[in-house]
């Protein structure tokens, strides 16, 4: 083995040991200004890599709009849109500011994040938790009017119960939790119906004990009966913790970022810091919720929650989720062939996370840019499907496109190796 | 195709048909003496075919008498045992009064009840709710104070306060939670994880609007989200249901009871009535959930949970549940080549209950008796190990033995077929 060749298998057994020894800690919910480094009452976070707000798609740019009209930075679309294009209004990555956010990923101010603390690594990860209605409003208006009176619900009844609860509990730990939903038929990504229900169970007696108001805890806790995604907020929160833990290991070519903004796909690398690498996202092979939908309707590829295929769950645990295979006409020996493609381009297997349907093998984590572009394997990604009105219409799989990867191990190539010669 | 085989063949059809038709319905919690057909306050029920009391295990022989102090019906235990020698005390199968009960399966007329009705077939199946303190008990005396203790809550606060959610709802179908539950790693005997927090979730509301004690819903609460094996009572419920719909067809040779009273193993077959076959209870291959424990601490094969196996769950299903595999040091290709077993002496797949690890086949159900004793394929049964001192002390997965089929062949054969020419 060559100099660099032991640096970098030492640099992602460091990396990958960072993602075993993490502890994520559901601690609170907080507001976004109250909590995420940076934060300011005029920036908006998106989801997926950095993009010019002219640039984004359809729904994104939408909800940045949105999301300025709502904190109250402008009046009108015509002034907020004014703003956003006089550089007035920071419009940034949630990734950059600790945080994820699911489909467009639009977090202002005022969001109530979910806050998951790991005390072993000394890290925090953040999400927002999920906003807009869902589908059946592709009346632009109509849908703005009701995400951001979901936006005002979440802020003012929903954020403030759920903290109490949760502060109430002393800390909530998320592993665990992922690793039960495992064995509950969920991947943590597309399902998490196990996980929510399993959150509901914990959080019940705590809800009950710290909200005073039967009309606010009823809201609540309808909220949470009804919301069959919710723990994805906290697996998101907690993979963002586990991903910043594997970050800035010098010579590591362990991936600590995957997103997506309807635009482009991009990707961190550990040894690379804080740079990105994009190239165009895909589309998703899925199903739609109603055969009013086609792919005309839909975005490309959007949203932070492959931050769960970055700690090794979603696509890269589909076996334990053979239901899914539903929406993209698989089987569940494709699921199992998919998972063991994913282990030729990983570190290794989160023994935490096992898979019972596949004798509780771990599930393939710690994506390595080499493996990826000497194999041409790409990452597969679970993930809804936002209709470029505003929305989640469908569900499906994707891949991460091949070419970010190239980039990165261009430049990780440039920055350890030096030239060739 | 015999004249005789083809009256079979129509004849399991049918039986079959009222399964699939079947429509189960949790609608009430009620006192065994206001719901079970024929109890009296006299009445202690037990599991499994009869048994005379003198012959029964000792954690089943010592919960009558317990059920006798418990109803007023004797002031100690020499009293008790006295008046039950005397026949002063009706000792009968849960299954002779429409119902079933777990483990010792000790149902006196105080019992809150479970009550699942199917309209579609016209039948009601019942279940008392689990009673006892579980395992770490086995000072004797000590035992029956809490197993006690246990009776009079469920009856006093746990039954009143679930009656009066469950008929607030209007009644709760069964079978879609089942369905549900195959998909949460649940096989609905040894694992009901997903089935339980599916109901909690269900019932938090309705328990919230319909109970007006705070401290009485916390109790509620407090049991339901601690005890997850709590959906299999209205799995078992509903499954007697199901298999009460089965019962009577003439010709059928479907079996239409499996249970055990920890001494024998007992069937009965639709076209035979109600007429039982016996034979010695097999011993449990599986896991103690203590090192404290050992074979020579625990009772054969006890209880009519295996109603579930009756209606094509638990073993049956048991793909759908590989975290089961850990007792009985299995793996997922055992379970689904058992479940393909079971395929081989069973009248057919129950789509309602879809298995999504073996992409999506029904689980197989309506076991004939004929293809038992042909192909000495047994049915598999998942259940847990009772201790000889009382409590549930481990789980694993035994067989029904094959005598019991054999004589059902020779009655039905009797019965039906005539003397040979």
Redesign the interface.
């Known amino acids: 083995m060559s100099d660099l060749s032991e640096k970098i298998a030492s640099a992602n057994a460091e990396a990958f040991g960072r993602l075993r020894s993490a502890n994520p800690v559901w601690v609170d919910v907080q507001l976004a200004i109250d909590c995420l480094p940076g934060m300011t009452r005029e920036t908006v976070l998106h989801a997926g890599p950095p993009i010019a707000w002219v640039d984004m798609c359809g729904p994104q740019k939408m909800g940045v709009v949105q999301a300025v009209l709502h904190e109250g930075l402008a009046t009108d679309e015509a002034e907020a849109e004014a703003r956003i294009l006089a550089g007035e209004i920071t419009v940034a990555p949630c990734h950059d500011y600790n945080a994820t956010g699911g489909m467009a990923g639009i977090t202002s101010a005022s969001a109530p994040i979910a806050v998951v603390r790991d005390e072993v690594n000394g890290v925090t990860g953040h999400s927002q938790l999920f906003q807009g209605p869902a589908s059946g409003l592709q009346d632009r208006d109509l849908y703005n009017q009701e995400a951001r009176k979901r936006w005002t619900w979440l802020t003012e009844v929903l954020g403030p119960v759920l903290g109490a609860a949760v502060r109430h509990t002393g800390g909530i730990p998320v592993k665990p939790m992922i690793g039960?939903a495992l064995?509950?038929?969920d991947e943590c990504h597309n399902r998490n119906?196990?996980g929510s229900?399993?959150l509901?169970?914990q959080l019940?007696?705590p809800l009950?004990e710290t909200c005073d108001d039967?009309d606010l805890?009823?809201q609540a806790?309808?909220y949470l009966?009804e919301n069959e995604q919710f723990s994805l907020v906290l697996s998101m929160a907690a993979g963002k913790a586990m991903a910043e833990a594997m970050k800035g290991v010098e010579h590591s070519t362990i991936v600590t970022t995957l997103c997506r903004n309807g635009v482009n796909f991009g990707i961190k690398v550990s040894g690379l810091g804080e740079q990105w690498f994009t190239a165009p996202a895909n589309r998703i092979e899925g199903l739609y919720f109603s055969s009013e939908y086609s792919d005309a309707d839909a975005v490309p590829d959007i949203g932070d929650s492959a931050i769960m295929e970055t700690v090794g769950l979603g696509g890269h645990a589909q076996a334990a989720?053979?239901?899914l295979?539903?929406f993209v006409g698989g089987?569940?020996?494709r699921a199992c062939g998919l998972m063991r493609d994913m282990g030729e381009i990983c570190q290794g297997e989160l023994t935490e996370f096992k898979v019972?349907?596949?004798?509780?093998a771990g599930v393939p984590a710690g994506i390595d840019i080499r493996k990826v572009v000497k194999t041409q394997i790409t990452p597969v990604i679970d993930t809804a499907i936002a209709h470029r009105k505003g929305g989640v219409i469908g569900a499906g799989q994707t891949r991460a496109p091949l070419a970010a990867f190239e980039q990165a191990l261009r430049a990780f190539g440039a920055a350890y190796a030096g030239p060739r010669p």
Chains 1, 2 share one sequence.
């Open positions: 039960r064995q509950m038929g119906s196990g229900a399993l509901l169970t019940m007696l009950c039967p805890l009823q806790l309808a009966i989720a053979p239901v295979q539903q089987s569940f020996a019972p349907n596949m004798d509780f």
